[in-house]
Every structure is written in structure tokens, then in C-alpha cells.
């Protein structure tokens, strides 16, 4: 091949690469930055969970019980454990109550069960959850100062029915939780340094919640 040929095949393969898309929630900023998708937008690859709750549809991951009862708290979970993090996501809650579970455990026996720290959210009147931080399977409501702290930070700025910024930094024993670009809870708890992630579909009335965009900057 002559020189002039092997450059223009260079100039068209480096256009290329420029043309294609970023991986899944990814913008060019936060590559620089150090973030990695856990979500490619259109499988369910490096999760786990009850494949009659979980799908994937115009790029997010879909948990709804409408076909299917559930009656435990069941969850798709991230295979891959993180310690100190960033992580974002984009959730929508069409009802009910869900979660984003993070330096958690899978619980052992049968089915999808977790325990540990979880970034709530729920439409629940004035028991609603948005905010939040959470113990599943643990303290509950008792780790903030007010059993609805987080959520009278972001009953604001809560997007109902539509797309909400989550973002969740965990580093050393501080928790910090930011809804909207509003942070609803800034404190420090020391029970868990590490864990799994995971997105939470809660038992009862049918529900549906939907997660896109997920992404994590290990710190």
C-alpha cells in the first residue's frame, strides 16, 4: 500500500473512532474522570437476578412486578464488589417503593435477598423515601437524624414520574447521597467498607422501577 493510501486509511479509521459512541451513560468528562459503565444499555451482563422481574427495554434495566408477585424484597445485583466510590445512575419509579443498594451482602439461600446500605426511594405521601439512607434488613430509617431527613431535603426537587439524578459517594466511613444536584444526606456510618451493589423491587402492590446511565468511579 503507498504512503498516501496508508494515510487515508489512517484519517478514516481515527474519524471513526471519533464517531463512535461513548459506552452507556458515559459523556467524554467523565471518561477523563475515571468513570466505567456497569450497564451497557441493552443486556443484563455482570448483573444477577429473577429473570421473570428483570429485562431491559430502550436502554434500561426494568423491574416490575406486574406479571409476577413478589412477595419478599427480591433485587438484580452487580456481581462485582465496590469499596470507595461514585456512583451515578438515572432512576424512574412509576409506584411503589425501590432502592439502590450499595455495600451490601447477598444474603445466603434461596432467591435475590440483601442486606446492608440502600440510597431509598418511594412514593409514599409523607412516608416517602427519595433521599433517604437506609438499612435494609437493618437499622432502617435509624441512621439519619430525623426518620425523613433525606426526604425533606428532596420532596423539592423529586421529578415525579420521570427521570431522577442519583448519585451516591461512599469513601471511608462517610455516606453522602445527592438527588437532583440537591444533597438529602451527608454523615458518616462505619458498619460496612465494602460490598455489592444492587437495585431493589419491593414485595406487595405491582410496581415498576427503572434504572439507566449506570455508572462508578472507583475511589
Known sequence: MSHSRRFGAAVLLAASLILLPAPSG??????????????DGRTLDGWDGDPELWSVKDGAIVGSSDSHSVDTNTYLIYR???ADFILRLEVRL??????????SRHMPGPGWVVHGYQADLSYAGDRSAW??????????????????????????????????????????????????????FDGTDSRTASGIIAIQLHSGPAMQVECRNIRIKPL
Open 94 to 103: 412509576r409506584n411503589g417503593n425501590s432502592g439502590i443498594q450499595f455495600r
Open 80 to 82: 462485582k464488589p465496590f
Open 26 to 39: 458515559l459523556g467524554g468528562a467523565e471518561l477523563e474522570a475515571g468513570f466505567e459503565p456497569l450497564f
Open 131 to 184: 433521599g433517604n439512607f437506609y438499612e435494609e434488613k437493618g437499622r432502617r430509617r435509624g441512621m439519619m437524624s430525623t426518620p425523613d431527613e433525606g426526604w425533606q431535603r428532596a420532596k423539592d426537587v423529586v421529578r415525579v414520574g420521570d427521570w431522577n439524578d442519583y448519585e451516591i459517594l461512599a469513601q471511608g466511613n462517610r455516606v453522602r447521597l445527592t438527588l437532583n444536584g440537591r444533597v438529602t
